[in-house]
C-alpha cells in the first residue's frame, strides 16, 4: 500500500499514524511525485493533520527523547525515499514495542540512518560556509541555493542569527521553496512556476549600486590571498566541490 501524503514532515508523521489506525504496518510513505506506476500496487491519500502528526511527535520523544527523535526529522530532509521507508519502519518498529535502542549501530536500518543523518549534517554545514547573498535595488539579500539534501529547514536559524537587521531571502531552486525574514519573522515562500532563477548573478540588473563593488572587492581579495605555487586542486575540491562554485562570488 502506498502512502500519498504532501511532502512535509508532518505528512510523513502522519502516514506513520493511519498505518497503525488501519494496521497497514507495510505502507510505503511517497509523494505523488516520487510514486512509481503500478499497476498492482494499491494507493491511499494521506491529508496532513496537525494535531494527528503532534501525537505522533510528542510520543515519540517521549519514548527515545527529543535529540533522538530529531534523527528521524534529519534522515526526511535526506529527501530519498529510499530512506523515508527506513525510518518509516524503524518508527512503526518502535512504537508497536514502546522502545528501541537507536545507539544500536549493530542493525544495518540503524547504522543506514546514522549515516544518512551524517550526510545531511555534512551538507548543512556546507550551507553555512558557501551560501553568498547579493543586494537588489530594494534592500533584500537573496542566496540561490541548490543542496543535495533538503537542509534550508536546518540553518534559516543561523542566519536569522547572523543577519538580524538585514531583509534576505534564502531560495532553494531544485525543490522550489524558501525562507524570507523581514527583520522579524521567518516566512516560508514557494513557487509552482515555469521561470527558475538558475544562477543568482543573473539578477544583477536588480542589484544595488554597491553590489558590484563588494563583489570586486571580494574578488580582488580573493586573488590575491592566493598563492599559485601552493595550489592543491584536488584539497580545494575536497573543501569546496565544485557543484557549489556557480554560486560563489570568488568563483564567477
Known amino acids: 500500500m502506498n502512502y500519498i501524503f504532501d511532502g512535509s514532515y508532518y505528512g510523513y508523521l502522519c502516514c506513520v499514524f493511519e498505518a497503525f489506525e488501519r494496521k497497514e504496518f507495510d505502507a510505503i510513505p511517497t509523494t505523488s511525485q516520487q510514486l512509481e506506476i503500478n499497476i498492482f500496487s494499491q494507493k491511499r491519500q494521506i491529508h496532513t493533520d496537525e494535531l494527528k502528526a503532534l501525537r505522533i511527535l510528542t510520543a515519540m520523544n517521549k519514548i527515545i527523547g527529543p535529540q533522538n527523535g530529531k534523527i528521524f526529522y534529519h534522515n526526511f530532509l535526506s529527501d530519498s525515499p529510499s530512506e523515508w521507508i527506513n525510518g518509516f519502519r524503524l518508527m512503526v518498529e518502535l512504537f508497536r514495542s514502546g522502545k528501541i535502542n537507536m545507539q544500536n549501530y549493530g542493525r544495518p536500518d540503524l547504522l543506514r540512518i546514522h549515516q544518512t543523518v551524517k550526510k545531511v549534517s555534512r551538507e548543512r554545514h556546507r550551507m553555512k560556509a558557501f551560501i553568498r547573498f547579493v543586494k537588489s535595488d530594494n534592500g533584500l539579500y537573496t542566496a540561490i541555493v541548490e543542496p543535495d539534501f533538503n537542509v534550508i529547514p536546518l540553518v534559516v536559524d543561523f542566519f536569522k542569527n547572523r543577519f538580524t537587521d538585514q531583509q ?34 543573473s539578477l544583477e540588473i536588480d542589484l544595488d549600486p554597491k553590489e558590484k563593488e563588494f563583489q570586486h572587492l ?31 562570488t570568488e568563483k564567477q
Do not use: A
Not at 188 to 194: A, F, P, Q, R
Not at 227 to 244: A, C, G
Open 168 to 201: 534576505w531571502l534564502i531560495y532553494d531552486i531544485r525543490r522550489k521553496y524558501g525562507f524570507y525574514y523581514d527583520c522579524r519573522h521567518i516566512e516560508e515562500v514557494s513557487s509552482y512556476g515555469e521561470d527558475e532563477v538558475q544562477n543568482p548573478y
Open 218 to 248: 571580494w574578488k580582488t581579495y580573493f586573488k590575491s590571498t592566493t598563492i599559485e605555487s601552493r595550489q592543491n586542486l584536488k584539497l580545494h575540491l575536497r573543501h569546496v566541490p565544485k557543484r557549489y562554485w556557480k554560486y560563489l
